[in-house]
């Protein structure tokens, strides 16, 4: 195991406290716990292949104007 330190705000900290306090966990936990969601976040992101892909043109023209009355009703100015 690796030790990884870090400094953070006042606020955080007690974001952090109070969490821990509710979930009767230590600060040590919620964070380590906090690290690897953010790390499985992260890396989804990166291999996403939807928000990685690129635009695709079909060659197809739209008209976006009355887009808005399609999704609220209503008048399309």
Not at 30 to 47: C, F, N, P, T
Request: glycine share 8%.
């Amino acid at each position: 195991m690796k030790i990884v330190q870090t400094v953070v705000s006042k606020k955080l900290h007690e974001k952090i406290l109070k969490i821990a306090k509710k979930e009767g966990k230590t600060i040590k936990e919620i964070v380590r716990e906090a690290l690897e969601e953010w790390i499985i976040w992260k890396m989804g992101m990166e291999e996403d292949t939807f928000l990685n892909s690129k635009p695709v043109d079909f060659g197809v023209e739209t008209d976006s104007g009355k887009l808005e009355f399609l999704l609220y009703g209503g008048d399309c100015k």
